[in-house]
């Protein structure tokens, strides 16, 4: 693994990625749309947004499979639509779905992908047990693929996708589909990884897994970066230090002609309650309550990524 790279270095060294109007289009179909970003070496680096806010297709160009339309691109100092084979060969590369041999072994997995980037057997032999070790595998290294985990089949993907010992690490999704455990395992994994030096780029849908995971991210919608910064300080700027959740028995929320304004900075009726984003949570519940508003629960919370996601990319869905 690469030694581990400090804040300091980040400011002096090269992007390992750079990003200037950077479009994507499909026909008339605009996916991603003139978005600037760039990364050092040694970050992880997150895109947080809704499906369809253009994360993936943003991975794929940054991964040399899909063209840019417009704008500039380069990627270890490499222009993709030029030197795409060059940057491949020291890419690391977790897709959205697992794309194993599940008529292999564990070990055959890495061992034959080793062979794609020109390693020799027993080198690839060497890293492959010693990844297996490190994704806790290695008791499965015989068994074959297609009866394991969905859980195992992550880590197993993450596992062959460092057979190479990448200069960049692209992970589209991580954890989707995996039970909590799992989730858990496969981000102690990529901590571990991240404290080695390893440079993270990750797509997520997952507040927690970005609050986990990233030094820094932007946050996507409408093919856009709305946002940009760490979790904290996406959380100082869109959001409160606190949040107070009231829940009314039915009817009554709609009754309250105003009695909450004035309660926090923000109020938001929501269908099921209404949330009050305030600096002291405790305070503003007690001001409601000497207001005489009886709600049927009260919970005071830290403000989440959650609450700027929300903020910031709306509540409904997007199909």
């Not at 790279?5 to 003139?34: H, M, N, W, Y």
């Not at 297996?132 to 993907?157: C, H, I």
């Not at 858990?184 to 901590?191: F, G, I, S």
Request: glycine share 8%.
């Amino acid at each position: 693994m690469p030694p581990a790279v400090t804040s300091a270095d980040r400011q002096t060294v090269e992007p390992l990625i750079r990003a200037r109007r950077l479009t994507k289009r499909f026909g008339s179909f605009t996916a991603v749309d003139a978005i600037d970003f760039q990364l050092s070496p040694g970050e992880a680096f997150g895109f947080l947004g809704p499906n369809g806010a253009g994360k993936t297709s943003t991975m794929r160009m940054v991964a040399c499979v899909s063209p840019r339309t417009e704008g500039e691109l380069t990627v270890l100092g490499m222009d993709p639509a030029v030197d795409g084979t060059r940057i491949r060969a020291r890419l690391g590369v977790v897709p959205q779905e697992d794309t194993l041999d599940t008529e292999l072994t564990v070990a055959e997995n890495l061992l034959i992908y080793g062979r794609y980037f020109d390693l020799s057997y027993a080198e690839t032999r060497r890293r492959s047990e010693e990844l297996l070790d490190f994704v806790q595998l290695k008791e499965r290294a015989r068994d074959l693929v297609d009866p394991l985990s969905g859980g195992m089949k992550r880590r197993l993907t993450i596992a062959r996708a460092l057979i190479n010992e990448p200069d960049l690490l692209l992970l589209d999704e991580p954890t989707t589909g995996l039970d909590p455990q799992a989730r858990h395992l496969v981000w102690e994994r990529l901590y571990r990884l991240k404290q080695r030096g390893v440079t993270l780029v990750l797509t997520t849908h997952y507040m927690d897994e970005a609050e986990q995971l990233c030094d820094r991210l932007v946050v996507m919608d409408k093919a856009k970066i709305v946002a940009e910064g760490s979790p904290r300080q996406l959380i100082e700027r869109y959001a409160t230090r606190e949040v107070l959740e009231l829940r009314f028995p039915v009817g009554v929320q709609e009754t309250l002609d105003g009695q909450l304004e004035g309660l926090g900075e923000r109020i938001e009726h929501l269908p099921d309650r209404v949330l009050v984003y305030a600096s002291n949570g405790e305070a503003a519940a007690n001001e409601a309550h000497e207001r005489g508003l009886r709600p049927e629960s009260v919970l005071v919370r830290r403000s989440s990524l959650e609450d700027v996601f929300l903020r910031l990319t709306g509540r409904s869905l997007i199909e």
